[in-house]
């Protein structure tokens, strides 16, 4: 089993910025990818952007420019370096961990995939 610990949400304004961050422990020997998907009120989870353990990452296009993914190795843990925050980025933010490989511009999962608690972000004024 692999365990996600997510902190960082909260309320920011519109232009604002946040950071998340996501700790995983346990099973951790073959996790690969890290990443970050996200729901919003009455919608489907979507991705936000993911990393590999080499460095490899691949971001929504409605977050490119603004978002950037990163890890610490070293850590077990992923970030999520939120900037100039919209309303329409309102979401609950889940960590997700697994294996895979990209074919092409898509990564594909091919082992199990472990989900953290999710935390709130909200970007209102």
């Known amino acids: 089993q692999v365990q996600l610990v997510e902190s960082g949400g909260g309320l920011v304004q519109p232009g604002g910025s946040l950071g998340l961050s996501c700790a995983a422990s346990?099973?951790?020997?073959?996790?690969?990818?890290m990443g970050w998907y996200r729901q919003a009120l009455g919608k489907q989870r979507e991705l936000v952007a993911i990393?590999?353990?080499?460095?490899?990452?691949n971001y929504a296009d409605s977050v490119k420019g603004r978002f950037t993914i990163s890890r610490d190795n070293a850590k077990n843990t992923v970030y999520l370096q939120m900037n100039s925050l919209k309303p329409e980025d309102t979401a609950v933010y889940y960590c997700?961990?697994?294996?895979?490989?990209?074919?092409?511009?898509?990564?594909?999962?091919?082992?199990?995939?472990?989900w953290g608690q999710g935390t709130q972000v909200t970007v209102s004024s």
């Open positions: 997700d961990v697994g294996t895979g490989r990209f074919v092409g511009g898509t990564f594909v999962y091919t082992g199990p995939r472990y």
């Open positions: 346990g099973n951790i020997f073959s996790i690969d990818v």
């Open positions: 990393i590999t353990g080499g460095g490899s990452t």
